[in-house]
T-cell receptor
Framework: ELKVEQNPLFLSMQEGKNYTIYCNYS?????LYWYRQDPGKSLESLFV?????AVKQEGRLMASLDTKARLSTLHITAAVHDLSATYFC???????????FGTGTRLTIIP | DGGITQSPKYLFRKEGQNVTLSCEQN?????MYWYRQDPGQGLRLIYY???????QKGDIAEGYSVSREKKESFPLTVTSAQKNPTAFYLC????????????FGSGTRLTVV
């Protein structure tokens, strides 16, 4: 059974600082997805990583995938308040019919 | 514009009542999914469907039922057998290859009164 773990579960950081959210998964997978959820809202797709070594960047967020280590990271550069949200990663190996989600990381950016 | 629409946004259920949540997509996606999210928690899969007239149970299917009579529609019924239905329900759709991941609807917040 595929398991996806994120850490930390809660992260409080100051504006302007850098930090990384980690996503580990238990079985071989070449595909990893990142989503953002604002309080009371649905999930919004951030990144889709489809191969080992894939790196994608959007604004202050950068995601990468290391399939050998079964690890994806979401790096936040010079955090701003607007990035406060819960971030989910999800894994979906080829042949799987559905994604398995991590427990989420609740990120709070403090002015 | 293509998208995935859930309705209603808020729903109140009395004890012993069945209620149906609507999910419609015009993205030409093959697969559709229902997830439940409890406050401060992650997503748990209820049911999913890869093709019309076929669906599979997820991790927490008890007390729920679905149908997939059309490619565009995947309604979820929360039955009276579901003892703790208060939650945020999310519908998603995708192509079968999952190369773009899921597109989520805006969600339905169900409360038992």
């Amino acid at each position: 059974e595929l398991k996806v773990e994120q850490n930390p579960l809660f992260l409080s950081m100051q504006e302007g600082k850098n930090y990384t959210i980690y996503c580990n998964y238990s079985t071989t997978s070449d595909r990893l997805y990142w989503y953002r959820q604002d309080p009371g809202k649905s999930l919004e797709s951030l990144f889709v990583l489809l191969s080992n070594g894939a790196v994608k960047q959007e604004g202050r967020l950068m995601a990468s995938l290391d399939t050998k280590a079964r690890l994806s990271t979401l790096h936040i550069t010079a955090a701003v308040h607007d990035l406060s949200a819960t971030y989910f990663c999800a894994s979906g190996p080829f042949g799987n019919e559905k994604l398995t989600f991590g427990t989420g990381t609740r990120l709070t950016i403090i002015p | 514009d293509g998208g995935i629409t859930q309705s209603p946004k808020y729903l109140f259920r009395k004890e012993g009542q069945n209620v149906t949540l609507s999910c419609e997509q015009n993205l030409n996606h093959d697969a559709m999914y229902w997830y439940r999210q409890d406050p401060g928690q992650g997503l748990r899969l209820i049911y999913y469907s890869q093709i019309v007239n076929d669906f599979q149970k997820g991790d927490i299917a008890e007390g729920y039922s679905v149908s997939r009579e059309k490619k565009e529609s995947f309604p979820l019924t929360v039955t009276s057998a579901q003892k703790n239905p208060t939650a945020f329900y999310l519908c998603a759709s995708s192509f079968r290859h999952l190369n773009y991941g899921y597109t989520f609807g805006s969600g339905t917040r169900l409360t038992v009164v």
